[in-house]
């Protein structure tokens, strides 16, 4: 386990060597939200019965945090390591493919989680929470910080040039997660934009992870946690299969 254990800590320290940019940037950016649409809208939307807006709006953006870190996490270390041409100290050691994936996911779940709970902290300060069922609250974020680091994974070993790795996140990751009801309930919006919101993985994420705050959410958690495991499960075999056949890496 000793490269394994090398790996997940190099991973970790990368990230954790410009915490002002991996770290605070990201929670300077939810405060941000949470002051625009938070001191727009507070007076004039009720969500969910007796939740003002505010506090209905801070999940969401923990959760938006959670998702964009762990996804920039492992998509800009592998795609950096190709296109400077370290990667090679990381496939010369006798890593299984199963290391490499877990070293690189782990530490994408430790940056999400990481930065999760700096912005939960610091709007605490400023907006009153309840947490209903704290356990769903912890499987949502781990969870979900697991998919994303997946999905960045897959993505930096696909990708050849930095501006097809942006093109990942800008015209896939950011438009999934603002449209997956971090700013509002998606019981809100006309019924065929209901639908399409159904087929947002990202929308399962978001509404279990809220309902560990409040109790109440627009899915049954239960059917939203049973989504978010399977489509985790089915990253983690296209991942593991790029790893283990070489895919962009050894080739």
């Known amino acids: 386990m000793?490269?394994?254990q090398t790996l997940l800590y190099k991973e970790i320290l990368r990230f954790w060597k410009v915490a002002t940019q991996t770290v605070a940037a990201p929670i300077l950016t939810a405060m941000l939200y949470l002051l625009i649409f938070g001191h727009t809208l507070k007076d004039h939307i009720e969500v969910y019965p007796g939740v003002q807006y505010t506090a209905f709006l801070v999940p969401g953006l923990v959760m938006m945090s959670v998702l964009q870190n762990a996804f920039a996490n492992t998509s800009s270390s592998l795609a950096q390591s190709k296109m400077t041409g370290n990667l090679v100290f990381v496939l010369l050691p006798p890593l299984s493919h199963w290391e490499?994936?877990?070293g690189y996911v782990l530490a994408s779940v430790a940056r999400g989680v990481m930065v999760g709970t700096g912005v939960l902290l610091i709007t605490s300060l400023f907006v009153g929470m309840s947490?209903?069922?704290p356990w769903w609250i912890i499987i949502f974020a781990v969870l979900g910080s697991a998919l994303l680091g997946t999905m960045g994974?897959?993505?930096g070993i696909w990708a050849d040039k930095f501006d097809q790795l942006a093109a990942f996140q800008?015209?896939?990751i950011m438009p999934a997660t603002f449209l997956a009801g971090v700013f509002y309930s998606i019981h809100s919006l006309p019924p065929f934009w209901q639908t399409v919101s159904h087929f947002n993985p990202f929308f399962y994420m978001i509404d279990g992870f809220r309902y560990g705050f409040f109790g109440q959410s627009d899915v049954n958690p239960l059917i939203s946690l049973a989504i978010v495991v399977v489509?985790?499960?089915a990253f983690v075999v296209v991942a593991v299969q790029m790893l283990k056949r070489g895919y962009k890496l050894r080739h």
Do not use: D, P, Q, T
């Open 2 to 4: 000793i490269g394994f």
């Open 100 to 102: 490499l994936f877990g």
């Open 131 to 133: 947490f209903v069922a």
């Open 153 to 155: 994974l897959i993505a």
């Open 231 to 233: 489509f985790l499960m």
């Open 170 to 172: 800008n015209f896939l």
